[in-house]
T-cell receptor, first 113, second 113 residues
């Protein structure tokens, strides 16, 4: 069964304190790992797609990496505006023609000034 | 370019009532999906569509119906609302292709009393 587990559930950082969020997955043939940001009361906002082990993507203070079993979202020198829930999702080989995603439960990040 | 538009944003229903949640996208995306988001459960797929006239069930389809008569619209119908359907509902679309991100709407917060 395809499964996605994110850790930690919640993370509190001081402004400027770098850290990483983890997304572990088991899937029958990965066909894409997706990172989203979700602000309270809003829909998820697409950040990155990673497709193969070793791939990296960057956007401002965020950097996503991928191995065969997990993905990390590294946050460098975070600012209060980075506070949000970060969601990880995977698409499996069996779902590649359907658009189906399996989501983790998310990591809620709070960055204090 | 509005992206994915969901209406209404908030709704309160009585047990047993029916209603339709509207979803429209103006990006000519082939794939559309409905998710529900509950605390501690993450986003779970209800129904999805890979094109006009084609729909299929996701992880939690019971109590919901969908249809896709046009590429743009993908309404979700609650047949007989139950308190267990209290949730936040998100519609999403993607053009397809393995690296394509998904665009989410802003959500409908539904309460069934």
């Amino acid at each position: 069964e395809d499964q996605v587990t994110q850790s930690p559930e919640a993370l509190r950082l001081q402004e400027g304190e770098s850290s990483s969020l983890n997304c572990s997955y088991t899937v029958s043939g990965l066909r894409g790992l997706f990172w989203y940001r979700q602000d309270p009361g809003k829909g998820p906002e697409f950040l990155f797609t990673l497709y193969s082990a070793g791939e990296e993507k960057e956007k401002e203070r965020l950097k996503a990496t991928l191995t065969k079993k997990e993905s990390f979202l590294h946050i460098t020198a975070p600012k209060p505006e980075d506070s949000a829930t970060y969601l990880c999702a995977v698409r499996s080989h069996g779902s590649s023609n359907t658009g189906k995603l399996i989501f983790g439960q998310g990591t809620t990040l709070q960055v204090k000034p | 370019n509005a992206g994915v538009t969901q209406t209404p944003k908030f709704q309160v229903l009585k047990t047993g009532q029916s209603m339709t949640l509207q979803c429209a996208q103006d990006m000519n995306h082939e794939y559309m999906s409905w998710y529900r988001q509950d605390p501690g459960m993450g986003l779970r797929l209800i129904h999805y569509s890979v094109g006009a006239g084609i729909t299929d069930q996701g992880e939690v389809p019971n109590g919901y119906n969908v249809s896709r008569s046009t590429t743009e619209d993908f309404p979700l119908r609650l047949l007989s609302a139950a308190p267990s359907q209290t949730s936040v509902y998100f519609c999403a679309s993607t053009p397809g292709g393995e690296r394509s991100g998904y665009t989410f709407g802003s959500g409908t917060r539904l309460t069934v009393v």
